[in-house]
């Protein structure tokens, strides 16, 4: 611990370790209803096929229960839940009930007679592809809708059977489970190596990492279905995409800490201590956990950019170690307000956190002995007491929904997805008559939809909601729902028209689940309005996923508006091959995908030039050069860019200070 380099409003203490309890090779932790942590432990991690690695001289791992019963802020009691366990990698907890990563199949472990022990354990899928590759399924993680989000790795092809028949995903991508009707969604299909569990806020906005490159993506841009077989060079090459963070080196984590997480106690609803890391309410903050170049966690403010969000690293890290075995698995906020920090401890840099095999499985020097778990809360902080989410009744449940903790109330939600239907459902009704704000009715919407009702008044009261962001998230959950609702074609289309971009690339997405070319040809409406590089990848994604069903149907009246459209729905290369008019040459230049000395090659005409530089905002990337193309026009365009150069003056650029005093010599003024 004397190699951490903790941020100044906070403390590191250590909750739990090899030397107190078998915490060798940890790999996932997550904290159930009771506020006790569990973690996988895979001890027999990259070992060679039929050979003993564990430190008992077995090969097996373990799922554990961790408890600090005493709340001094350290474990002092565990319990195993299961053993003799094949490299598990990733769990998901609900009632009694373990769902295990086990490529190929996942497990469903149950206490049954809840003795805190498995007594049964069933297959609930199977297909995932294997090929030895314990990391197949390398994140899982329930979504407030109510789903068990599966995170597919690259290395092979599944092929699951659902319900509704037959799902194929090669390489990477994102699944969504329902176990209550056992039916299995393909969500997102990206080419990602290994992509970490989704970091969800309030509204249900979502980042993820990947662990290997360190790229941090909105998951919105890349959460496309596109169904195998799929060539990820072509869709790639065809619309170029740029992460949210290129933070380079192994991020096996992330995590969002909003203004109340930190905190040290919670009474109810209410905050007791504050003292959050950010003041007020706001954007969550990012946090990285990394080791590579950089060995420890960072942490990014994020501000609103489009439909996706942009980030600025903060000066000061988290926390920040020289001990270069540090390998932060995974971060989870305890109901404590707390950030839990899981250390899989190992010189070997080839640990389940992404990075290739680099090492002989039986290097002396790969550490299966160690594991420890990392405790960061604020100076001035106290344990607060254990709440028990399992024992409450279903009123106390609905008043957690309105925590200002993103920990509590995803710990009440779900304990209200799963109990039963008939005790939930009656209340939930009485509930959103009484409580009427925004975030009440997303959250009742969610345990709803968790119980696999869907209200249909609610969801379109939300829908039409004036908060962009809960607009957005009843968007997101009518994509799950589109053969349950009415008119799912006139919502969508609402959907695409909207005035924000973050709600359009929802309507976007969600066209992609509709196989027909109207669904086609309502994602290219949104193309009318102003996106950005991922909203146009998304966009062309979507389209692609929708081909096999026929070329877009132009869902418009208006002529001008089809010609348009057809444009919008070429790809770069076959755009560029089209004969330059006036509409060709305007789709060109205000494609950011295409490269700025090709869309500069059709400028040789300054009446074209003129046109379009009339449309820049200051800051675009091209009017340097264009500046510099016009600066040789006629004197109707020296005027025109006289004036256009003096409305910039608030800029203060160099080169727009310079150009207006040529124009003005040019011009005799």
Known sequence: MESFHVHPDYKVTLYASEENFPLHAPTSMAFDAKGRLWLSTAPDY??????ASA??????????ILQDKDRDGRADYHTVFASGLTQPMSFALAENTVYLARPPQLLRLRDLNVDGTADETTVVLNGFFSNKNPSAISAMGWGPDGGLYIYQGKGGVSHLETPRGPKSLRDSGIWRFEPSTQNVELMASHPFTQPTRQVIDATGNSILCDKPSGDVHYAGYVSVPQQYPYAESEA??????KPLIIAGGTTPACLLATNTDFSAA???NRSANGGGIEGGYGHPRLILAQHGAFNGLRWYSLSDDMAGFSAEELETPLLRTTDTNFRPMALEFGPDGALYVLDFYSPISSSPDGQPAKFSAQDPRRDRRHGRIWRIAKKDSVVS???NYSQMSVDELFTYLLSPSPTRR????RQLQQREASEVLGQLQRWITKNTSQQAQLEALWVANGQSILNDGLLNSLLNSKDVNVRAAAARLLRLRLRDVSEPFLKLHTLVDDEHPRVRLEGVLAAAHLPSSDAAGLALLSANKKSNLGMGFALDRTLKALAPYGKPSLLTSNEEERKQLRLRSLSDAELLLKTPGDRVLAEILRRESIEVSQRLFYLSQQSVALRWFAELPADNA?????LASLVNSGESGLKYLYRKVRSWRAHARDEFRWLEAALRFRLGE
């Open 46 to 51: 990259a070992s060679a096929p039929g050979k």
């Open 55 to 64: 430190p008992d001289g077995g090969t097996s791992g373990s799922l554990l």
């Open 236 to 241: 790639i090459e065809a619309q170029p995409y």
């Open 622 to 626: 091209l009017v340097p050069i264009l």
């Open 410 to 413: 995803a710990l009440a939600r």
């Open 385 to 387: 007491p254990a709440i």
């Open 266 to 268: 919670e009474d109810g």
